[in-house]
């Protein structure tokens, strides 16, 4: 494949003298483009695959919390579908990640997810998960030293519209990571609702010890982390 752009030339006296051709070689774009699209196929076709047990999981679950079990095996199910659920909308995102790069291959326009975010909910349920997490050393994430102090609870937070269950991952993110270097006193999320700027802010702060100024600068580089 050949594209070929013809430009004009012209004489001094604004006379046709001759016409420029430049010429682009388009194999190796539709190659590229062939690949990408398999690629988009394949992650579209183990996204598939894997939303199958996930929904088996759901459904289990489901059936197992409408049950006659404890309260305290009732709380750990509804844990074990919470990361289901969620598990289930990040192989959804990869589809749709795999959708939009096909769109937008084929030169259509790209969709992005909005819906309506309670980040009052979300709170509450990173809340949850946090206290049942674990570290690496299979330690409560959540030390007994350490509170969780949710301004959010009982406050009447507007809802917003994004894309929940990302929202969801960047609460929780941002929460482990302050109970992780947080050794004593509190991690607190709080709310500022703006109705000028019709913005919603929301805070995670900890007492723990802080990120160096030479973490500062690489933090939010692609697989970076303190330690």
């Not at 030339?9 to 483009?33: C, E, M, P, W, Y």
């Not at 913005?199 to 030479?214: P, Q, W, Y």
Request: charged share 25%; with cysteine; net charge positive.
């Amino acid at each position: 494949n050949l594209a070929m752009t013809l430009v004009p030339k012209s004489t001094q006296g604004g006379a046709l003298a001759g016409i420029v051709a430049i010429g682009q070689d388009l194999s190796d774009l539709a190659q590229l483009k062939i690949v990408q699209e398999r690629k988009s196929a394949l992650i579209a076709m183990l996204s598939h695959e894997i939303r199958s047990p996930l929904h088996g999981m759901v459904g289990l679950t489901t059936a197992m919390l409408e049950s006659s079990a404890g309260a305290s095996m009732k709380r750990q199910l509804g844990m074990v579908k919470g990361c289901a659920v969620r598990l289930l909308d990040l192989v959804t995102n990869i589809m749709d990640l795999a959708q939009n790069e096909k769109r937008r291959l084929d030169g259509h326009p790209q969709e992005r997810p909005s819906a309506l975010v309670d980040f009052g909910a979300i709170v509450d349920e990173v809340h949850t998960m946090t206290k049942m997490a674990v570290d690496k050393m299979n330690k409560p994430l959540l030390k007994a030293s350490v509170r969780f102090v949710n301004k959010l609870e009982g406050e009447k937070t507007p809802l917003v519209r994004g894309d929940p269950q990302k929202c969801t991952q960047l609460i929780y993110n941002l929460v482990t990571n302050a109970c992780k270097f947080t050794e004593r006193g509190a991690v607190t999320v709080s709310a500022r609702h703006d109705e000028e700027r019709k913005r919603l802010e929301i805070e995670v702060a900890d007492t723990g010890k802080g990120i160096s100024k030479e973490g500062q600068k690489r933090i939010f580089q692609a697989f970076e982390q303190e330690q």
